[in-house]
């Protein structure tokens, strides 16, 4: 099992930045990758980006690719989520996510933190 903790939600501004953090802990060595998705009221949840534990590659949703920077911290095992040039269409409860292996999907799930981003 691995349990995850999100962190760092909040209300800001439209142009305003936060930084989300995930920390993992449990089985934290079968980490293939992590994740960021996010769930709007009345929407389905959405990948926002994802990285690769052991490589570093990351991915983005086009949303926010050039706004929002995914990272790792191995030795803390929590992964992060800056985000530069908030909008209000950002505003969400935000998860974090373990992938376990290539082939699996997303098996572990944070309870997620809420950002609003007012206008």
């Known amino acids: 099992q691995v349990q995850l903790v999100e962190s760092g939600g909040g209300l800001v501004q439209a142009g305003d930045s936060l930084r989300l953090s995930c920390a993992a802990s449990?089985?934290?060595?079968?980490?293939?990758?992590m994740g960021w998705f996010r769930q709007a009221p009345g929407k389905e949840r959405e990948f926002v980006a994802a990285?690769?534990?052991?490589?570093?590659?990351?991915n983005y949703a086009d949303s926010v690719k050039g706004r929002f920077t995914i990272s790792r911290d191995i030795a803390k095992n929590t992964v992060y989520l800056q985000m530069n040039s908030l909008k209000p269409e950002d505003t969400a409860v935000y998860y974090c996510?373990?992938?376990?292996?290539?082939?699996?999907?997303?098996?572990?799930w944070g309870q997620g933190t809420q950002v609003t981003v007012s206008s």
């Open positions: 996510a373990v992938q376990t292996s290539s082939n699996s999907r997303y098996d572990y």
């Open positions: 449990g089985r934290t060595f079968s980490t293939y990758a």
């Open positions: 990285i690769r534990w052991s490589a570093g590659s990351r």
